[in-house]
């Protein structure tokens, strides 16, 4: 079993920043994609960044591209979303996931993709 822990939300005004963190603990695969997503009232869930834990190779959804970094710390078992020049539309809370098949096997931007989650952490940018 895989269990992700989500911290690092919290309270911004716009063009600020902040870094989430997701910890991984449990039978986790080196081949392993794991991906943020975020969810505001009334949205559907979406995908703004995942990375290949074997390697590294990074994507970014264009909604963040040039805003938001994914990095992992393979020491830690840790994956960061690195958020800067935040807006008031990136207001949600923001959802770490991981599934055990590279991220070039999946899609890594849906949902629907990823078997394990965290219970969230809420982002809240003010203008």
């Known amino acids: 079993q895989v269990q992700l822990v989500e911290s690092g939300g919290g309270s911004v005004q716009a063009g600020g920043s902040l870094r989430l963190s997701c910890a991984g603990a449990?039978?986790?695969?080196?081949?392993?994609?794991w991906g943020w997503f975020r969810q505001a009232p009334g949205k559907e869930r979406e995908g703004v960044a995942a990375?290949?834990?074997?390697?590294?190779?990074?994507y970014s959804a264009d909604s963040v591209k040039g805003r938001f970094t994914i990095s992992q710390d393979n020491a830690e078992n840790t994956v960061y979303l690195q958020m800067s020049s935040l807006k008031p539309e990136d207001t949600a809370m923001y959802y770490c996931?991981?599934?055990?098949?590279?991220?070039?096997?999946?899609?890594?931007?849906?949902?629907?993709?990823?078997?394990?989650w965290g219970q969230g952490t809420q982002v809240t940018v003010s203008s």
């Open positions: 990375i290949y834990r074997r390697g590294g190779v990074t």
């Open positions: 449990g039978n986790i695969y080196s081949r392993s994609c």
């Open positions: 996931a991981a599934d055990p098949r590279p991220c070039y096997d999946i899609d890594y931007f849906v949902a629907g993709s990823y078997n394990y």
